[in-house]
């Protein structure tokens, strides 16, 4: 928690201090996480604007309430009580000319907003192609050109994630060559059919695994070309983002995506075994810690004047490493010791590099068990739902395979770099960014 003390020795609280915060993909995880944060360690910032859709019958004002009132935020409304009042719904969507945001909102944007945090995207992996390009990369440029027109813009921060040069077996913090020109690509799904789209899709993407890398790579390009020499700006790759380690409690997270989905999966004991490599590294970071690294990027670029576009890669296995193996051991162990409730069978997951291995393990201790268990549910007159799942689960595994059986190799040194320059206070207290143990916390 803040106090007085800090905002004297904090550089970075300094530097937030009475600055106008825009913020999109703010109803997202990472998002979230950064409200919270900004407002908790950098209270005497003057105002955060956040992007705002209507979704499913709610408006933005009710989304906005709706976010304040889950327990990430019990913490900082204790100390802050009138914490709301530092944020503002931007009603617009990212998909819509101009971001659907009115002229009056634009203008206040305009003349008030001093950095910018661009998180939003679409995260799910089989996304259409079509889809992807207009979220991550067409929505890129709007928030870039949005930005070019902000009078007092000190920082524009752009979300990427340590996957979109995934071809690669060393990744270092640098924008790669991207797989085509962003023009082109915005220019083919433009006018290509939807169903021709999806059907060239495997050739379009080649060797990513998905639309999301593909178009996440393409957007890292697409932000050097419009804003190197024209506005300050910096990347933020994060890796696998996995629930909290510290702040503002340890172990929160809102979502089943990624690996979440397959730790809920086997602690039911519906999963039991995917494709993996148990040497390979499970670069699964803490959300508190890309989230540190969003704002300690922003501060750097502000407030160093930064002339290049920094990259960081936000990742974990150079500095703390994890492996899969690893992950599939400390699973076991903390779900025998701490069981869900409603377990289908006991958990015992097991990742392997053969097919044949897998598919023998799938069809004896998920599929039949789950013929089993749907079978006694009928002949009690209820919904059979095991082998339904059992296929959702398959496809969702699927598609995370790519990540669990491969290993990369990232470079930190912008990390280290940007961490020297943190004064103390900053660096082991306030903003850490790096987390050496796993184990010690």
């Known amino acids: 928690m803040s106090f007085t003390g800090d905002f004297q020795t904090s550089e970075i609280i300094n530097y ?5 915060i825009f913020i999109t993909g703010a109803t997202g995880f ?35 309430n709706e976010l304040f009132n889950c327990k990430l935020f019990e913490t900082l409304s204790q100390y802050y009580p009138d914490f709301r009042d530092k944020v503002e719904a931007i009603e617009g969507d990212l998909c819509e000319p101009s971001m659907g945001i ?31 390009v207009d979220m991550n990369i067409i929505g890129t440029k709007k928030v870039i050109d949005m930005s070019k027109r902000m009078t007092n813009l000190e920082a524009l921060v752009h979300v990427s994630t340590a996957y979109a040069n995934c071809d690669r077996q060393h990744i270092s913090e640098v924008v790669y060559n991207p797989p085509v020109q962003p023009e082109k690509i915005i220019e083919a799904v433009d006018w290509i059919e939807e169903d021709l789209v999806k059907l060239l899709t495997p050739k379009v993407i080649k060797h ?24 300050p700006c910096t990347i933020v790759r994060p890796s696998i983002v996995g629930a909290s380690w510290r702040e503002p409690f340890p172990g929160w997270i809102d979502n089943f995506n990624g690996p979440t989905a397959l730790f809920a999966a086997i602690g039911k004991g519906i999963l039991r075994t995917m494709i993996g490599n148990g040497n390979s590294t499970a670069d699964i970071i803490p959300v508190d810690i890309p989230v540190n690294m969003m704002i300690v990027a922003g501060w750097y670029t502000g407030a160093k004047k930064a002339k290049d576009i920094k990259v960081y890669n936000c990742t974990t296995g ?12 400390f699973c076991e162990e903390s779900l025998l010791k701490n069981p869900l409730e409603n377990i289908f069978l006991v ?20 599929m039949i068990p789950s013929y089993i268990m749907d079978l006694y549910l009928r002949i009690i007159h209820k919904k059979p739902i095991f082998v339904r799942l059992q296929s959702r689960i398959k496809k969702a595994v699927e598609t995370l395979e790519f990540f669990t059986s491969t290993e990369w190799e990232f470079t930190n040194d912008n990390i280290f770099f940007v961490s020297n320059e943190m004064n103390e206070v900053d660096r082991r207290v306030k903003f850490k960014i790096l987390k050496k143990s796993f184990f010690n916390i």
């Not at 150079?318 to 051991?329: A, F, H, S």
């Not at 015992?348 to 393990?361: D, G, I």
């Open 318 to 329: 150079q500095i703390n490493r994890l492996t899969w193996g690893m992950v599939e051991r």
């Open 208 to 231: 990513r695994p998905n639309t999301y890398t593909y178009t996440k790579a393409i957007a890292e390009s697409l932000v050097v070309q419009e804003c190197k020499d024209k506005i």
């Open 16 to 20: 937030y201090k009475n600055k106008s």
């Open 102 to 132: 009115s002229i009056e909102d634009q203008n206040k944007l305009f003349e008030n907003v001093n950095i910018v945090f661009h998180s939003a995207a679409t995260v799910r992996f089989d996304e259409p192609l079509k889809v992807a």
């Open 347 to 366: 958990p015992h997951p097991k990742f392997t590099n053969y097919r044949m291995v897998k598919f023998v393990r799938h069809f004896f201790e998920e």
């Open 30 to 64: 990472l998002g979230k996480v950064l409200i919270e944060k900004l407002l908790r360690s950098c209270y005497d910032l003057k105002k955060i604007y956040i992007l705002v859709r209507h979704k499913k019958g709610n408006t933005p004002l009710q989304r906005l």
